[in-house]
């Protein structure tokens, strides 16, 4: 295990000191090598697998890249003390690999596999092991340029928008996700806009089996302004969502929902500032569903002071059902938002919750990082129970009247030596609350791990 680790990260640390290349993106799609056309540079190894040649005219190419990403994780009391305990930890390991194909200006075909193995976890779900799977293939039809541009795509693919709130790639835990989706895309000036339709791509755990989930389809418009009047950034947005199948804690049925969103962001000198609001509307059985959720992230950075402090302040307040059996359900659903959306020890959703979140950021080099956080969590809602973040029900809200949930203290530090390689370590306490020692074992929870990454 070791030499599989050790290996490709000492291989890639040689590129450190070779020539700059495009940077790499959250959405590996999204990423342009039509830039070493002209290059000149010969006998690279690399720039041969980030830009073959097909034609005379080199318009035609062929670009190959991947991630592969371990981590070691210790956690004492999992699921505050309700899951049977990894005796000594577990290792994830994830493999991501692309081909890029590119046929001039025009069409471009995109195809990425994707293996997530868990070693010593507890009967792993397939967000932690899904063995071998096709986790993107889709064809692009593109005209005009990057700036009055019209991009039709189908196709197996990823999908992220904005804050990832409600719309992301799953980066934190093993499993990215992805969807079965046709989606048009313009850009013109300062405006950028997308319409999409998709199902859900739900993850099994053998080998290429993840299929296409028509029992969730999910589709919606996405609009980003820049230069917004007052503010830096706007995105408004409105996205739709059906389930056959949906549980909350005042019961099941099927739930068609529709969400409509404004999100306000940016920087102004050493402030930044993300705030965002959604309502939600639809049904959800014979009930109406009214939830919302209001969120406002901000942070200054001190640069005249030693290690170049950042203070941030997080919160959050995000609805619940107020009253179990009546006609209204008030839980919001994230839809499909990022994982380990508190991080990767607890494994509260955003539903049904009040967070406030400091934290403070020290830049110990200029690679290296350490963060500081501290959460609070409480239940909007005592008569609604709290939820992981693919919404399906922890605990009931009937245990108890307390809206407490816990406190959480995690600390970080990240160390990026240069483009190709992530590390970090990272330890988390987690203390119950009153209503989780209510509702369960409530024991308070301890986390460790290690996480070593290679983008190439």
Request: proline share 4%; no cysteine.
């Amino acid at each position: 295990m070791k030499k599989m680790i050790l290996f490709p990260l000492l291989l890639m640390a040689t590129l450190a000191v070779a020539q700059q290349y495009p940077n790499f993106k959250p959405l590996r799609y999204d990423e342009n090598y039509a830039v070493l056309q002209n290059d000149t540079v010969h006998n690279d190894w690399y720039k041969t697998m980030k830009f073959v040649s097909l034609s005379a005219t080199r318009k035609t190419y062929l670009s190959f890249g991947g991630d592969i990403r371990f981590q070691y994780f210790y956690a004492k009391n999992e699921n505050w003390g309700d899951e049977p305990k990894d005796a000594d930890g577990y290792v994830l390991s994830r493999y991501l690999l692309h081909a890029d194909f590119h046929a001039g200006s025009h069409f471009r075909a995109f195809v990425q596999l994707q293996s997530s193995n868990a070693d010593g976890r507890n009967n792993p779900s397939p967000v932690d092991q899904n063995p071998l799977e096709l986790h993107q293939a889709f064809a692009d039809l593109a005209f005009g340029a990057d700036q009055n541009r019209l991009l039709l795509r189908i196709g197996r693919q990823e999908l992220a928008y904005g804050s990832q709130r409600l719309i992301a790639v799953r980066e934190g835990p093993n499993n990215r996700q992805s969807f079965d989706a046709i989606k048009l895309s313009g850009s013109k000036g300062r405006y950028t806009a997308d319409l999409f339709y998709s199902h859900y791509v739900l993850a099994e755990d053998g080998i290429f089996d993840d299929t296409s989930n028509d029992q969730k389809q999910f589709w919606g418009g996405y609009l980003v302004i820049n230069q917004f009047p007052l503010f830096k950034n706007a995105d408004l947005y409105y996205l739709g969502y059906q389930r056959a199948h949906a549980t909350f804690n005042d019961g099941s049925g099927k739930e068609l929902r529709h969400s409509v969103g404004l999100r306000l962001w940016g920087k102004s000198g050493n402030w930044r500032y993300d705030g965002e609001a959604v309502y939600q509307f639809g049904g959800f059985g014979t009930q109406n569903i009214k939830a919302w959720t209001a969120s406002l992230n901000a942070g200054y950075r001190f640069e005249q002071l030693w290690l170049h402090p950042e203070i941030g302040l997080k919160g959050e307040a995000i609805s619940g059902d107020k009253n179990a059996g009546d006609q209204t359900l008030g839980t919001f659903n994230p839809l499909f938002p990022r994982g380990a959306y508190f991080g990767l020890a607890a494994v509260i959703g955003p539903s049904n919750l009040v967070d406030a979140h400091p934290s403070v950021n020290f830049e110990l080099s200029k690679t290296i990082d350490w963060i500081i956080d501290y959460d609070l969590f409480w239940r909007y809602s005592s008569n609604d129970g709290i939820y992981a973040p693919n919404v399906s029900l922890i605990y009931p809200g009937d245990t108890t009247t307390s809206k407490e949930i816990g406190r959480q203290l995690e600390t970080e530090i990240i160390w990026q030596p240069n483009p190709y390689l992530y590390f970090r370590v990272e330890a988390t306490w987690f203390e119950a609350g009153d209503y989780l020692q209510a509702s369960g074992a409530g024991k308070n929870i301890f986390f460790a791990g290690a996480t070593a990454q290679l983008r190439f």
